[in-house]
């Protein structure tokens, strides 16, 4: 038997397969007993449902799934944004998460100011974080791959969220997700990773596939791809970093149309292998 007391497996991994039910349950019978939630599938049954099911299974959550996307011009929908994700605050603190993974949000429909959608996110997150505070729920940046400036954030790099969190004095209630997918190409990789020691809130891994058939959807299981994951965890490490090591994949080609606890199976054998 491998140790697994590191191994969480976030829901986008089992997304069209598995409810929040099913996969509490479906986890923990794989020997995963901690996980990142998706806050659509939370929905679906409710908190104090999710916190019974968490309970039963003993599963502990790693992260929930999202809060920001605070780039949008429009006032009333920047404020509906911020209304929301003081819920999303509200929900990772019910369920004892251990962050609320932050997604900044892209360019405004028909804008191309990117500096502009930048400071509005800055303001937003400035807002926020008192509240989160308050809370005692830490807000985890999460840098996304350049390819989806646009569309999803403008956050990009590992150096702009250790910025942000310069920029702002913030404490431990602002932190960083290190995603492999979205961060392994950055040449400044090493330097920002050991600069954002003491924020590392998350850890998640998976692969880019050299043959990619979508950027965002189309991510590889360990091991399948080009990235160094083991290089990677080694200098997140190093950091004193010493929580889980999070499964996520999106997969709509391969991953979310197998069977879960094959997928699940899968997951832990190559968290064992070499590339973990």
Known sequence: MGDFSQLAINQFTTLHQWSLPEAVEGYARNG???????????????????????RTHEMQVT???????????????????LADSRRAIDEAGELGAECLVFV???LPEGSRDLPAARARCLEGLA??????????????????????????????????????????GAGPELGIVIDVYHVWWDPDLEREIARAAGRVASFHICDWLMETTD?????????????????????VEATGYDGYREVEIFSARNWWKRDPDEVVAIAKARYLSDVV
Request: aromatic share 4%; glycine share 10%; hydrophobic share 45%.
């Open 127 to 168: 807002e926020l974080l008192p509240y989160a505070k308050s809370a005692g729920v830490t807000l985890a940046l999460e840098p996304l791959h350049p390819m989806i400036c646009a569309f999803r954030s403008c956050l990009s790099t590992l150096g702009q969220a250790n910025d942000w969190i310069e920029a702002l």
């Open 32 to 54: 995963a007993h901690a996980m990142g939630i998706v806050r659509d599938k939370l929905h679906e049954v409710g908190v104090v449902e999710a916190r019974r099911l968490l």
């Open 215 to 235: 950027l965002r959807l189309d991510r590889g299981m360990m091991g399948d791809g080009v990235i160094d994951i083991r290089r990677i965890r080694r200098l």
């Open 104 to 106: 900044a949000g892209g």
């Open 63 to 81: 992260c929930l799934c999202v809060g920001g996307l605070l780039t949008d011009s429009d006032p009333h929908r920047f404020r509906a944004n």
